[in-house]
């Protein structure tokens, strides 16, 4: 389609507009656009359903929304599990937990606390009071100085 612009040319008549040699936009990756594909995808519905109802073609829906097309049900099926577990942890439900944490255990994916290996003769430094740390910290004062060579 060729688009006329309002100015009169050389001989009367309208002259067409230069058409812009930069061609057609690319479509770019859209956050709302990947949602309604992980939903559709997660339906089971066809290459060819989702790129019509989102409006691309099936080539640009493949090349652009490939990741989200891929692992479409294995995400919304998370994302629905972690909600309803959620949901169920914060009414109190007991079964609930224990269901999170036998998942979790399954899965090896529950934060374990660390052990430190128990000290076999290692006993704990006394405690000293004021006067004794302070005594204690006048014998080393000289060290690192240039005192110490003196001293010695």
């Known amino acids: 389609m060729v688009k006329f612009t ?8 309208y002259e067409p507009q230069p058409r812009d040699p930069r061609g057609r936009k690319r479509i770019a990756w859209c956050q709302q656009t990947a ?18 109802a989102v409006g691309l073609s ?15 049900a294995t995400t919304l099926r998370q994302a629905v599990f972690e909600a309803q ?24 994916l529950r934060p374990r606390a660390r052990r430190r290996p128990a000290p076999d003769s290692i006993t704990p430094p006394a405690r000293l009071g004021k006067k004794d740390q302070a005594q204690l910290d ?4 000289h060290e690192g100085t240039t005192w110490a060579k003196r001293l010695q």
């Open 6 to 13: 309002r100015q009169r040319g050389l001989f009367g008549g």
């Open 35 to 52: 949602e309604k594909i992980v939903v559709l995808a997660a339906q089971e519905a066809t290459q060819e359903a989702i790129a019509q």
């Open 58 to 72: 099936v080539k640009t829906l493949v090349r652009i929304y490939a990741g989200e097309l891929a692992e479409a």
């Open 85 to 108: 577990v959620r949901r169920a942890t914060e009414k109190g439900s007991t079964p609930a937990a224990k269901f999170v944490l036998a998942v979790l255990d399954k899965e090896d």
């Open 138 to 141: 006048a014998t080393t004062a």
